[in-house]
């Protein structure tokens, strides 16, 4: 049999465009000999449509893009993921859901098999995922039934994305009933590690069945989370043997030897990215799919001579291109000269337009409107914040003249801790690393300097010791541990919801340990107003990770901070 994957990049809620770009796909694959084509989860609708699903005119929207489709598709089936409406939820049929949003309408995560013009069958997905940056369970009732449908004598079973992850479930089940080959229509966000686990599973399966097992993936950025596409095949004895692209759309075609014995060898498929590679890959199309799906034609932010907001401009010029990217230098009085001439460095290097506004007037402004409430006060954080709100009001301002989005530039490791100012170098429409650490924020930097097309980020820039340069000779390391003490301990407390004696007894000094967990709690309300980020890392900042604001946990014991 030539299966078919397709690997496409849909946009939620662009139905019409969606279904277009599947039937060209289709039909490519179908003139390149495919006798059975598979796309993603949901992607006619693309994923995750969130509460767009609670909308009865996007749902009858749905089923008119899914006659559409079907209508383009031959002899040759088509299985596709939509949104199906259900008439009516027969107990029987139905495991409960968690909310009365998932209710009223009642609707299904599903497969439609398309084939003829019509649809021939549906399956709904099983497992709802509820957890992380998925709420299914708000939305959809939960399949029972397992789909095997004849494709040329094959056997085929039909599932959905968590169906697989985990032992037993509907994949045993279609093999336990004489499946061959097991498809999984799959909407997986990239994370880092998250392609051994998805490998880890489809193995599982694939060996305890005796199946192939094919993962079709969607592809693209979504608002805080990127789909990196990786589509694969993989053998009764859980080896990979097809592999599509990694941030790409693509066409697996491969041609399986069902029914002969023995395996066959893998085909040539593209190498795997490194992880830094892959991480770098994500941040890239997360930033670009957020611009061009948004409407968006250039991006400003503030280079400041930092690593920070060099990376940034970086991954900017790679997503976008460097015509569509503005660095805006704001020095004050505290700004080395060696930063402002690394910004410049940093401008010229990547080719990136470059504006130079002075903070000085503004800040001279602020402190004679100010001299009145705040006389016979040190000079503190609020002065210090005032610099960086100036710059953030700056950015603002072009954004709101132009039309550009101002892209945030803090990292994971100063918005977990709340090393970042609300309203200053946190504003802006997107905050492209986010959920990066500090560390790997380094990491990406050296990286993307190996690549061959010369040096993009001035080695000054990541050499030199961090700083905000809000006051004379502040250094990051002044309020926060160096940071490969930080990140490690942020990690554990963020990532893997560790207890602060057991990071303690792990050999870092109780103390920073305790200040690190308190900063982290107090910071929750920042993060709450924090512009939305590309997701990389087990658990990031946002509607991955959801603490309340108010508590008094004390991150150990049962008393009260």
Known sequence: MRLALLQRNPTVGDLDGNVADLRAAYAGAVAR????????????????????LLKPAFLAAGDRALADLAGAVGEVPLVVGFVERLDAVDPEDWRPVASEAAEHPAIADAAAVLRAGRVE?????????????????????????????DVDGVQVGVTICEDMWGPGGPLAESARRGAQLLLNLSASPYRQGVRALRERWASHHARQGHVWVAYAAILGGQDEVVFDGDSFVMSPFGAVVARGAQYAPDTVLVDLPIGVPGEPLPQAFPPRLDPVAEVHGALVLGLRDYVRKNRFDRVLLGISGGIDSALVASLAVDALGADAVTGVAMPSPYSSAGSLIDAKALAADLGITYLELPVNPAMEAFTQILSDPFAGTAAGIAEENIQSRIRGTLLMALSNKFGHLVLATGNKSEYAVGYSTLYGDMAGGFAVIKDVPKTLVWELARWRNAQGDGERIPPAIIAKPPSAELRPGQLDTDALPPYEVLDPI????????????????????????????????????????????IKVTSRAFGRDRRLPITQAWSGDTGAAR
């Open 490 to 533: 942020i990690e554990a407390a963020v990532e893997e919801d560790r207890s602060i004696a057991d990071v303690a007894a792990e050999g870092y000094d109780p103390a920073v340990v305790r200040e690190v967990f308190r900063l982290v709690d107090r910071a929750e309300y920042k993060r709450r107003q924090a512009a939305p980020g």
């Open 121 to 149: 069958a549906v399956y709904r997905k099983h497992r709802l995922p509820n957890y992380g940056v998925f709420d299914e369970a708000r939305y959809f009732h939960a399949g029972t039934r397992v789909l095997l449908v």
């Open 33 to 52: 000999g495919a006798r059975l084509v598979c796309a993603g989860e949901l992607a006619i609708t693309g994923y995750p449509p969130e509460d767009l």
